[in-house]
């Protein structure tokens, strides 16, 4: 597994700036000074205000005369949408998120690596039932949590003690020991899916399956989401199983 990043010899310094600043804004999710992006970035206080200034022109971050402080700005909104619009991912996973749901009577979500430590929520489908798991499309999450994270550290080239430290930074509402989540992990690569039964989130069942892109990178992943009482018996191993066959067609 690798981030979906690209390499470059030689990026061009300020479009990496300017990135930078806008994650860091959506990152503290508050209007913040000029002066504690610099600090908190590493950049010279001058060269952030010219980047700042500019993304405000575009409404890619916005100014507040009042304080003093940058936030993002509106433009992000409709640039997220002809994003969405125009995935090929996103538009061939609709119908199958759909059916899942349906079939399921369960929340399932499409999600893509925007890093090599967030995976973030493309497109959602819910049961018409009136009690659903409540995510929304935006969300992002660390990429080893859950059942899909499970799955990524299947599927990467960290070593043991590079999983234990990125696992120990991991939250979860009833934690699982490293070692009996070493042991899913190899079941997620033998199976390729994997079963989260209520360790991220208590009562909840998730289960989730890669979807490779076309260099064989697992950069992306669906996951269904319900009630642990609604899954019980085989219902959970129907549903993981149903997962991973939407996630091969993709990947197909």
Request: aromatic content about 6%; charged content about 25%.
């Amino acid at each position: 597994m690798r981030s979906p990043r690209s390499t470059l010899k030689k990026p061009v310094t300020a479009v990496s700036r300017a990135a930078e600043i806008m994650r860091h804004l959506g990152k503290v999710g508050m209007p913040v000074g000029v002066n504690a992006i610099a600090r908190d970035l590493n950049i010279v206080p001058s060269t952030c205000l010219h980047i700042l200034r500019t993304l405000t022109h575009e409404n890619l971050t916005a100014f507040d005369p009042a304080t003093k402080r940058y936030r993002l700005g509106p433009a992000l909104l409709s640039l997220a949408r002809d994003a969405l619009d125009g995935s090929d991912f996103v538009r061939e996973s609709r119908p199958r998120l759909d059916s899942l749901a349906e079939r399921h009577a369960v929340t399932v979500t499409a999600t893509e690596l925007d890093s090599a430590e967030r995976m973030v929520v493309v497109a959602i489908a819910r049961a018409r039932q009136n009690l659903s798991i409540h995510v929304d499309v935006g969300s992002r999450f660390p990429v080893l949590i859950s059942a899909s994270g499970r799955c990524y550290a299947a599927l990467s080239d960290w070593t043991k003690e590079e999983l234990r430290i990125r696992f120990s930074a991991l939250k979860w509402q009833v934690p699982p020991r490293f070692n009996d989540w070493l042991k899913e992990v190899e079941a997620a690569r033998e199976d390729g899916f994997a079963i989260d039964r209520g360790t991220y989130i208590r009562g909840i069942v998730i289960a989730a399956a890669p979807v490779f892109d076309s260099e064989g990178q697992a950069t992306r992943a669906l996951a269904a989401i319900g009630f642990s009482e609604q899954l019980a018996g085989k219902r959970e191993l129907n549903l993981a199983r149903d997962v991973k066959r939407a996630a091969d067609f993709l990947s197909a």
